[in-house]
């Protein structure tokens, strides 16, 4: 630990007025709005904003990951950070302490919040926005690989309104449908139902995860604890976020291997599925009235098919094996004998006269 | 004491440096070029569908062994993950004890494909392949490798057809699918594989990807390309980067109905060990392997844990059962540097002695 007065808020000021003036010269000649980001943050993003349009098509996507993953770590570095050099934290713990407890508060107050409004909100900060969007990285895996199986963006029913308006349409969308439609309309409540059945999943499959980060916090108070206690300082940003990720990985395992993730895990893909197959149907049945090739119809002739090539592979099979053994046969026996003439028996019929009758 | 110490100074150093490392690194990505899958030359001698068997060409002038051997991959991620680079290759490390390397290579699957069952895979696919190797050397009996998914599939070919199969070797392969660290066995017990399989047709591999992922979603889709950063300089070590990020999102798509079988049977009712399975209408029985069984486990596998592959112990019916542990994961155990050092070598070693 160094007591050579650097760690304070002097230091800082200057360092983001020079990537500020930098930035801000770039932007003007750039013709870009002022960004709402720390300064390295800024940096890095104004550098690829202007290299991107030469890069690759297919480098484009995997930079653009990096670079995302990369504003975490500047985000997370800035939150832990911040307001530390003012208190002179290495001349004086507890002021530090405070500052460092008022920030992971801060933090679980964030994720708190962000359970009561779907995670990420205007309101907060550009780095905590960050955390808390790093927090949906698994939820926004889900809804990335779910636009990829749907017409649908993956996150369409995200903010629909649930609660007491989700029970009166389920009341409503419980009425039977009446005369020569109802069997469409029926199809339809059926459609609707199994909507907002995966929107309740969704919601809960959040809100899981928005727990967890407030836990995740907690568990980065108990390591910098430690770290306090056992005289071992984290001295850089990349040691700190590793640190983080640890501890959102450590409390994410802890609490996906139970029993109430495996059921709100099967209750999201269940939902989807439910939705999913609503939908086949409706399409099956427009199709169907186009007088066009249904998926079930379609389905219906693989599995014949299937059953077909099967059957056809077997029999090959077989035969090939007979002609194996009939040829192992042939081989073993030797050349074929010329046939013997047969011999004709020649029957002889003894007559015998027969008695003269009165 | 207080457990941060960065000093402003450090860190906008720091800072400045990774990004001037992105920047820097940018060159290399884009020379990067196109990712070849799988290093070794290799010949397509059957093709069925969209299957394809191939056998390796041999390396140097390795004495050849009597015996060849067929490795069989899982139907999930493609194969070439065994032949990744020229100095990370389990199957150049088998050429080189004298195997003769074949390798199904299962393709990927369409809807065209979804009414393919287990008993397709493996009394039709994999037993016309070991039929065609046969055939080819003039032997009755081969040698099989299974890895992961596929050596649940070599171990039911092999109780199915033991006449065929010389020596058998699993790797990283799952026997009891509900050991209590199994956390895709935790998560699949919830759900409903009919809806799924009848609404969908195939699996995507899309969300073979995502559930993967899920495993350990902040490392995987976070910190990994925070870290890639310090590779960014050595050319070499992106383009073994990007290999290893193709491989990974290269997720074939499963035919329906073999995944509703695997999951129902194996995971959902852990069938090898409570029994009750059956392929083609015929029953499995473990019992019916009775050839020499060498089994490979990874000791910090989190997708097939230790356990899960050491219930093999003991099921089988053979009395020359060997077990290898790894110290390396899922994946570590064929692209490791330690793995080509110690694995493969010891499978040659291994088969040789069983071969003639």
Same mark, same amino acid.
């Given at each position: 630990?160094?007591?050579?007065?650097?760690?304070?808020?002097?230091?800082?000021?200057?360092?983001?007025?020079?990537?500020?003036?930098?930035?801000?010269?770039?932007?003007?000649?750039?013709?870009?709005?002022?960004?709402?980001?720390?300064?390295?943050?800024?940096?890095?993003?104004?550098?690829?904003?202007?290299?991107?349009?030469?890069?690759?098509?297919?480098?484009?996507?995997?930079?653009?990951?990096?670079?995302?993953? +990369?504003?975490?770590?500047?985000?997370?570095?800035?939150?832990?950070?911040?307001?530390?050099?003012?208190?002179?934290?290495?001349?004086?713990?507890?002021?530090?302490?405070?500052?460092?407890?008022?920030?992971?508060?801060?933090?679980?107050?964030?994720?708190?919040?962000?359970?009561?409004?779907?995670?990420?909100?205007?309101?907060?900060?550009?780095?905590?926005?960050?955390?808390?969007?790093?927090?949906?990285?698994?939820?926004?895996?889900?809804?990335?690989?779910?636009?990829?199986?749907?017409?649908?963006?993956?996150?369409?029913?995200?903010?629909?309104?649930?609660?007491?308006?989700?029970?009166?349409?389920?009341?409503?969308?419980?009425?039977?449908?009446?005369?020569?439609?109802?069997?469409?309309?029926?199809? @339809?409540?059926?459609? /609707?139902?199994?909507?907002?059945?995966?929107?309740?999943?969704?919601?809960? @499959?959040?809100?899981?995860?928005?727990?967890?980060?407030?836990?995740?916090?907690?568990?980065?108070?108990?390591?910098?604890?430690?770290?306090?206690?056992?005289?071992?300082?984290?001295?850089?940003?990349?040691?700190?976020?590793?640190?983080?990720?640890?501890?959102?990985?450590?409390? @994410?395992?802890?609490?996906?291997?139970?029993?109430?993730?495996?059921?709100?895990?099967?209750?999201?893909?269940?939902?989807?599925?439910?939705?999913?197959?609503?939908?086949? /149907?409706?399409?099956?049945?427009?199709?169907?009235?186009?007088?066009?090739?249904?998926?079930?119809?379609?389905?219906?002739?693989?599995?014949?098919?299937?059953?077909?090539?099967?059957?056809?592979?077997?029999?090959?099979?077989?035969?090939?094996? /007979?002609?194996?053994?009939?040829?192992?046969?042939?081989?073993?026996? +030797?050349?074929?004998?010329?046939?013997?003439?047969?011999?004709?028996?020649?029957?002889?019929?003894?007559?015998?006269?027969?008695?003269?009758?009165? | 004491?207080?457990?941060?110490?960065?000093? $402003? =100074?450090? #860190?906008?150093?720091?800072?400045?440096?990774?990004?001037?490392?992105?920047?820097?690194?940018?060159?290399?990505?884009?020379?990067?070029?196109?990712?070849?899958?799988?290093?070794?030359?290799?010949?397509?001698?059957?093709?069925? !569908?969209?299957?394809?068997?191939?056998?390796?060409?041999?390396?140097?002038?390795?004495?050849?062994?009597?015996?060849?051997?067929?490795?069989?991959?899982?139907?999930?991620?493609?194969?070439?993950?065994?032949?990744?680079?020229?100095?990370?290759?389990?199957?150049?490390?088998?050429?080189?004890?004298?195997?003769?390397?074949?390798?199904?290579?299962?393709?990927?699957?369409?809807?065209?494909?979804?009414?393919?069952?287990?008993?397709?895979?493996?009394?039709?696919?994999?037993?016309?392949?070991?039929?065609?190797?046969? !055939?080819?050397?003039? *032997?009755?009996?081969?040698?099989?490798?299974?890895?992961?998914?596929?050596?649940?599939?070599?171990?039911?070919?092999?109780? *199915?057809? $033991?006449?065929?199969?010389?020596?058998?070797?699993?790797?990283?392969? $799952?026997?009891?699918?509900?050991?209590?660290?199994?956390?895709?066995?935790?998560?699949?017990?919830?759900?409903?594989?009919?809806?799924?399989?009848?609404?969908?047709?195939?699996?995507?591999?899309?969300?073979?990807?995502?559930?993967? #992922?899920?495993?350990?979603?902040?490392?995987?889709?976070?910190?990994?390309?925070?870290?890639?950063? !310090?590779? #960014? =300089?050595?050319?070499?070590?992106?383009?073994?980067?990007?290999?290893?990020?193709?491989?990974?999102?290269?997720?074939?798509?499963?035919?329906?109905?073999?995944?509703?079988?695997?999951?129902?049977?194996?995971?959902?009712?852990?069938?090898?060990?409570?029994?009750?399975?059956?392929?083609?209408?015929?029953?499995?029985?473990?019992?019916?392997?009775?050839? $020499?069984?060498?089994?490979?486990?990874?000791?910090?596998?989190?997708?097939?844990?230790? !356990?899960?592959?050491?219930?093999?112990?003991?099921?089988?019916?053979?009395? =020359?059962?060997?077990? *290898?542990?790894?110290?390396?994961?899922?994946?570590?155990?064929?692209?490791?540097?330690?793995?080509?050092?110690?694995?493969?070598?010891?499978?040659?070693?291994?088969?040789?002695?069983?071969?003639?």
């Amino acid at each position: 630990m160094t007591d050579n007065g650097l760690f304070n808020n002097d230091w800082m000021e200057l360092q983001r007025r020079y990537w500020e003036g930098w930035t801000d010269l770039s932007r003007k000649a750039m013709g870009l709005e002022k960004p709402k980001t720390n300064p390295w943050e800024a940096a890095m993003e104004h550098w690829w904003q202007a290299f991107k349009p030469a890069a690759p098509d297919p480098s484009k996507v995997f930079m653009d990951r990096m670079l995302e993953q +990369g504003k975490v770590f500047f985000g997370l570095v800035e939150q832990m950070t911040r307001g530390l050099g003012a208190t002179g934290a290495a001349t004086d713990p507890t002021a530090g302490w405070d500052v460092l407890n008022k920030t992971l508060t801060g933090m679980q107050d964030a994720f708190t919040g962000a359970m009561g409004r779907g995670m990420t909100g205007a309101d907060d900060d550009n780095a905590t926005q960050r955390l808390l969007g790093f927090w949906e990285l698994p939820l926004d895996n889900w809804q990335r690989m779910m636009s990829t199986l749907a017409p649908t963006p993956g996150d369409w029913l995200r903010n629909m309104p649930h609660g007491p308006v989700q029970d009166s349409l389920h009341r409503v969308l419980s009425a039977p449908g009446l005369g020569y439609s109802r069997e469409e309309q029926g199809q @339809y409540q059926e459609l /609707i139902r199994s909507g907002l059945d995966y929107q309740r999943a969704l919601t809960e @499959y959040a809100s899981f995860f928005s727990q967890l980060g407030v836990k995740s916090v907690q568990r980065m108070r108990e390591l910098l604890t430690e770290r306090g206690d056992t005289e071992r300082p984290i001295e850089s940003a990349r040691a700190l976020y590793d640190a983080w990720i640890g501890c959102c990985e450590d409390v @994410y395992a802890e609490e996906v291997s139970t029993r109430d993730y495996a059921r709100i895990h099967g209750r999201l893909v269940n939902a989807q599925m439910a939705l999913k197959q609503r939908l086949s /149907i409706m399409v099956d049945e427009t199709l169907g009235a186009w007088n066009m090739p249904t998926r079930a119809e379609v389905r219906t002739l693989q599995d014949r098919l299937q059953e077909t090539r099967r059957e056809n592979k077997r029999l090959r099979h077989d035969m090939d094996d /007979i002609k194996r053994r009939v040829a192992a046969i042939a081989t073993t026996s +030797g050349p074929a004998k010329s046939p013997v003439a047969r011999k004709k028996t020649v029957v002889r019929k003894k007559t015998v006269a027969k008695p003269d009758t009165p | 004491m207080f457990p941060i110490d960065i000093r $402003p =100074d450090k #860190l906008a150093l720091e800072m400045q440096e990774y990004s001037q490392k992105l920047a820097q690194g940018m060159q290399n990505l884009m020379d990067a070029g196109d990712i070849d899958a799988g290093v070794t030359p290799k010949d397509a001698v059957y093709q069925e !569908d969209k299957l394809t068997l191939y056998r390796y060409q041999r390396t140097g002038a390795t004495v050849q062994r009597p015996v060849p051997l067929l490795v069989v991959y899982a139907l999930v991620n493609r194969p070439y993950m065994t032949d990744i680079q020229e100095d990370r290759s389990t199957i150049r490390g088998l050429l080189a004890t004298g195997q003769d390397v074949y390798l199904i290579d299962w393709g990927y699957p369409d809807q065209a494909d979804r009414s393919l069952t287990l008993d397709d895979y493996i009394n039709g696919y994999i037993d016309r392949c070991v039929d065609h190797i046969r !055939d080819a050397h003039g *032997l009755d009996r081969i040698n099989l490798l299974g890895i992961c998914q596929g050596g649940t599939f070599s171990l039911l070919y092999t109780a *199915l057809h $033991p006449q065929k199969v010389q020596n058998l070797v699993t790797m990283v392969t $799952p026997v009891d699918f509900k050991t209590p660290d199994n956390l895709l066995s935790a998560w699949v017990q919830d759900i409903d594989v009919d809806l799924m399989i009848d609404t969908m047709g195939n699996v995507p591999g899309e969300l073979l990807n995502w559930t993967f #992922l899920s495993l350990k979603p902040f490392s995987l889709t976070g910190q990994k390309y925070v870290n890639m950063v !310090d590779l #960014l =300089d050595d050319a070499d070590k992106v383009k073994n980067f990007l290999r290893m990020e193709q491989w990974i999102f290269d997720s074939p798509d499963q035919a329906g109905e073999t995944f509703r079988q695997f999951i129902k049977d194996f995971y959902q009712k852990n069938g090898l060990l409570r029994g009750g399975v059956q392929i083609g209408g015929r029953p499995i029985d473990l019992k019916q392997i009775t050839c $020499p069984l060498l089994n490979i486990y990874a000791q910090q596998d989190h997708l097939v844990p230790p !356990d899960a592959s050491r219930a093999l112990d003991g099921l089988t019916g053979t009395d =020359d059962y060997t077990e *290898l542990a790894f110290p390396g994961g899922h994946i570590g155990i064929y692209v490791s540097g330690k793995a080509q050092k110690e694995v493969t070598p010891a499978i040659g070693e291994w088969l040789n002695q069983r071969s003639g």
